[in-house]
């Protein structure tokens, strides 16, 4: 039996049961286990790992650690690390709508399992968002992150800074229902789908080329418009905190 002794920084102790925030953990293992093992025994999602090093040293996590070492591990730091491309597990369908809205590429449907998510990661690099740490720490999943928020605003928030997306969000981009990025389209073309006040009010439209969805800045618009500021409000702020 060997035994290691851990360090998690502060963003990682929401992972941690309350005894053991705060304090060094020895961790008692057998054989050779790898960090990634040993970490997300307690509880952290590989994904949510940053720099981890041993006995002061950086390591990866497919390194073995030995009987007495000392392993501090950091947090992923704020960044995209491939294109701003997610996945989002079957119970967060408004914070799929949120991230559409701000034009960025999700695939979600209500009725995805486990094993299906994990298919389509095997095949397309996406970035996986979810509340269920176990799903996470599949060996499949090379990019995601855990989101604290019960709440689809606050958990926008946490995807836009965790991911550094706002000077990437370009809004009225990608349909809300199906994903696909909009065409624009002339009024007089979708003119008989129109109300009536619409067609007074309103000269600016786009299309949904794959499930024939019209759009035009309407009052959705402001709406979307407004929680945009407040995301990047509050982002730049929290950035400005950390200066």
């Not at 997300?40 to 009987?67: F, K, M, W, Y």
């Not at 559409?100 to 970035?127: P, Q, S, V």
């Amino acid at each position: 039996m060997s035994t290691a002794y851990f360090d998690l920084q502060p963003e990682l102790h929401c992972f941690l049961p309350r005894d053991k925030r705060n304090v060094t953990i020895a961790l008692a293992f057998k054989g050779r286990q790898s960090l990634k093992h040993l970490i997300e025994s307690l509880g952290v999602p590989h994904t949510e790992v940053g720099q981890v090093t041993v006995n002061g040293q950086a390591r990866g996590l497919d390194s073995v650690p030995h009987n007495g070492d000392r392993i501090e591990v950091r947090p992923a730091a704020p960044g995209c690390p491939i294109e701003p491309r997610f996945l989002l597990d079957s119970h967060l369908g408004r914070l799929a709508a949120y991230l559409r809205m701000l034009g960025f590429d999700c695939l979600y449907n209500n009725d995805y399992h486990d094993d299906g998510i994990a298919g389509i990661l095997a095949g397309d690099a996406r970035i996986l968002l979810t509340r269920d740490r176990r799903l996470l720490m599949r060996k499949v999943v090379q990019y995601g992150y855990c989101l604290r928020s019960l709440e689809p605003p606050e958990q926008l928030v946490e995807v836009v800074r965790r991911f550094d997306l706002a000077d990437k969000i370009a809004p009225l981009h990608r349909c809300l229902r199906c994903n696909h990025p909009l065409e624009p389209v002339s009024k007089e073309r979708v003119l008989d789908r129109l109300e009536p006040l619409t067609k007074i009010h309103f000269d600016e439209f786009h299309l949904c080329p794959a499930c024939d969805q019209v759009y035009w800045k309407g009052s959705h618009v402001e709406r979307m418009e407004r929680l945009i500021e407040s995301v990047v409000t509050r982002n730049s702020f929290r950035n400005q905190r950390a200066i």
